[in-house]
């Protein structure tokens, strides 16, 4: 059990260094109020997820410790339904109704098509 929460924690704490940096990326590339830094981060996460979870099921490529390593540490401290959740509110509250519904519709959307696009990338292989 304590070698699984290190493996978890160091992938956790490599995915949220991972999205700082891609925050702080996006941030001095787009200069508005929508929250792309998230969006791409979560859109992103869930891709390789889908890659991961995928290569797991074919059962020879992923040991069980690179799985949660990759899956529950590293995509789980790279995305962030916290920092999209806030974002939501902070567009709430600033009257951005245009820019919540559309972050949330493309967050939903992107996570989801992402997560396909992983998982069929890897089976066509």
């Known amino acids: 059990m304590l070698k699984s929460l290190i493996i978890i924690g160091t992938g956790g704490f490599l995915g949220s260094i991972a999205r700082y940096l891609t925050a702080i990326y996006v941030a001095r590339q787009c200069t508005t109020l929508f929250p792309y ?15 991961f979870y995928a290569l797991a099921e074919k ?3 992923l040991s069980p410790e690179w799985r949660i390593f ?19 509110i902070q567009l709430f509250q600033n009257g ?13 959307t992107a996570g989801i098509t992402a997560t396909y696009f992983g998982i069929i990338l890897i089976k066509s292989m």
């Open 37 to 51: 830094g998230t969006l791409i981060a979560n859109a992103l996460g869930c891709f390789l997820i889908g890659i």
């Open 96 to 108: 951005e109704f245009f820019n919540l519904t559309l972050n949330i519709l493309l967050s939903v």
């Open 59 to 61: 059962g020879d490529v």
């Open 70 to 88: 990759l899956t529950t540490g590293f995509c789980g401290g790279y995305t962030t339904f916290s920092s999209f959740s806030y974002e939501s």
